[in-house]
């Protein structure tokens, strides 16, 4: 993963020069006053931890296992939020841990966190570094140090079941290597958010991730059956059986902590069979409104597609949905329809990928959609993971781009879709926003935006600025803050207007109760 930017550096790529052009005619966009620092020039404090406490930590992971080397700490500085890579870019390495602990089982996570709580240490739990909600930036007020928790080490298939189609995989593992894996035996999670490349098994589970064939196989919190949890009070194993009413499910208080509750080091997974074929198809609706109305019909009558996503009027036309080919756009708003089955054609339309297309099909041009054929779908498909290497060739350009995301009851999805819009648009001067619904539930949907604005003064506190304005916004129109980020430290005020007092008296005793010293992810989740 870039250090200052998103994944592959031999996959960035220099924005066309009409686009540049594009940007300065629409948004006053500029090249940057300075240039982006280098590796060498970021700013970091000493090391904090005394050699004695460095020398306590290595007694319990080996000496090879504490990295305190300048390289090690920028790598896990922050995550790759907009305002974490501006400040990187900006040469910022203040929220540099003090030292990376590379733990190799659930006994050295648990030992690492009794010496941290006796020693006053924050501990940061770091999968893939993929948070884009300020989710890596503890707070160092009141403790001896930071470290990083790299779980790493923490990256095998422990266990296959295929007669409960259940796998234990350690919380380590990155994404594509699952999917290799499991492969092996026919098997898939279906889980493929846009972190998906850089993103940990564990990390899904910490931030409650959704995938984008979130339709087809449900968000990663559905597919998690079970955890084991090391805490700072003791271990917790939780999950043993596919329902219960053994009491209210303490999975759920785990699932989205975000690392403020425990450590996850192991997770039994619900699997599905590798799927023999995948078809993505495009279709054109006239506006958002119609879009919106064919799926809802579809989430609560079906057949539902695996994929659907819908893209609105100025989305469709930047053609962001095909970040590859950006700038390539139509009218109209973009659906985009895919459908996962078997290899060979079966009896029965449910399963079938030619059946489920018909049947979906007949509904979206029931409701007035145009069909495009599969050219837009296979785009979408070549494209899917590009966006964020888009974002990091607009922030060199000069242009501030960043996501908001939210999720509402399909009653109060237009007033929400409206009220982001408005928010920013009184905030920022002449931004380009564009949005689309991401996933479908037969009760309501997510509202995913994408905003672009020049960047002026200080970019860091202009996007502050919106940020806040946008929250408010969410908050009074009835949204939730985040329906797949999660909340790390730039949702967590909203995150108390929306869970009241008294809920967020009872997250502040669970943390009191697994996490006394508060060594956990300090300044995350916890309002």
Same mark, same amino acid.
């Given at each position: 993963m870039l250090w200052s930017g998103w994944g592959d550096p031999a996959k960035a790529r220099e924005l066309p020069p009409q686009i540049r052009e594009l940007l300065h005619d629409l948004l006053g966009v500029r090249e940057p006053a300075a240039p982006a620092a280098s590796f060498e020039s970021v700013r970091l404090a000493p090391v904090a931890l005394s050699p004695v406490r460095l020398a306590a930590l290595a007694d319990v992971v080996g000496h090879e296992q504490v990295l305190t080397s300048r390289t090690a700490r920028i790598w896990h500085t922050r995550g790759k939020s907009t305002p974490d890579l501006l400040r990187i870019r900006a040469g910022d390495g203040s929220a540099a841990p003090d030292a990376v602990l590379l733990p190799g089982s659930h006994e050295e996570v648990a030992a690492l966190l009794r010496l941290c709580a006796a020693e006053r240490i924050a501990v940061v739990p770091f999968g893939g570094g993929t948070s884009v909600v300020g989710g890596l930036a503890a707070s160092r007020s009141g403790f001896a140090g930071v470290v990083a928790l790299d779980l790493a080490r923490l990256d095998r298939l422990v266990s296959v079941d295929t007669e409960s189609m259940i796998v234990t995989a350690e919380p380590g593992l990155r994404a594509p290597e699952a999917e290799r894996l499991l492969e092996r035996h026919g098997l898939t999670l279906g889980h493929f958010p846009q972190s998906y490349e850089y993103a940990t098994l564990g990390g899904f589970a910490a931030?409650?991730? /959704?995938? =984008?064939? /979130?339709?087809?196989?449900? !968000?990663? @919190? @559905?597919?998690? &059956?079970?955890?084991? &949890?090391?805490?700072? *009070?003791?271990?917790? @194993?939780?999950?043993?059986?596919? $329902?219960?009413?053994?009491g209210p499910d303490l999975r759920q208080l785990l699932l989205g902590s975000e690392g403020a509750f425990g450590v996850i080091t192991a997770l039994r997974l619900r699997v599905r069979r590798v799927p023999g074929r995948r078809v993505y198809e495009g279709w054109r609706f006239g506006s958002f409104r119609e879009g919106t109305a064919a799926l809802r019909v579809l989430a609560q009558e079906g057949p539902l597609p695996t994929v659907l996503r819908l893209s609105d009027e100025t989305e469709t036309m930047i053609g962001l949905a095909r970040p590859d080919d950006i700038g390539g756009g139509s009218s109209g708003c973009l659906v985009i329809a895919g459908y996962e089955g078997p290899a060979e054609e079966t009896e029965s339309p449910a399963t079938s990928v030619e059946g489920r297309g018909a049947g979906a099909g007949a509904v979206l041009a029931r409701m007035g959609g145009v069909p495009l054929g599969t050219d837009p779908g296979q785009a979408w498909e070549h494209g899917r993971f590009s966006a964020p290497y888009l974002r990091d060739s607009l922030l060199a350009a000069g242009a501030t781009v960043e996501t908001i995301e939210t999720a509402g009851f399909w009653s109060a999805l237009p007033r929400l879709y409206d009220a982001v819009r408005l928010a920013l648009l009184g905030v920022l001067e002449s931004p380009l926003v564009m949005c689309h619904i991401s996933h479908v539930y037969e009760?309501? %949907? *997510?509202?995913?935006?994408?905003? &672009?604005? %020049? =960047? $002026?003064?200080?970019? &860091? %506190? =202009?996007?502050? !600025?919106? $940020?806040?304005?946008?929250?408010?916004?969410?908050? %009074?129109?009835?949204?939730?803050?985040?329906?797949?980020?999660?909340?790390? !430290? @730039?949702? !967590?005020?909203?995150?108390?207007a929306e869970l009241g007092p008294v809920g967020v008296d009872i997250l502040r005793a669970v943390k009191a109760r697994l996490d006394p010293s508060g060594i956990l992810n300090p300044g995350i989740l916890i309002p």
């Open positions: 931030a409650r991730s /959704s995938g =984008q064939a /979130s339709a087809g196989y449900g !968000r990663f @919190d @559905d597919m998690v &059956v079970g955890l084991t &949890v090391a805490t700072p *009070s003791g271990d917790l @194993d939780l999950g043993r059986a596919p $329902k219960s009413a053994a009760t309501g %949907a *997510s509202l995913y935006f994408t905003v &672009v604005t %020049a =960047q $002026k003064g200080d970019p &860091v %506190a =202009q996007w502050e !600025r919106a $940020k806040e304005a946008v929250s408010a916004a969410i908050v %009074a129109a009835g949204g939730t803050i985040s329906h797949h980020h999660g909340v790390g !430290r @730039d949702h !967590r005020e909203a995150y108390a």
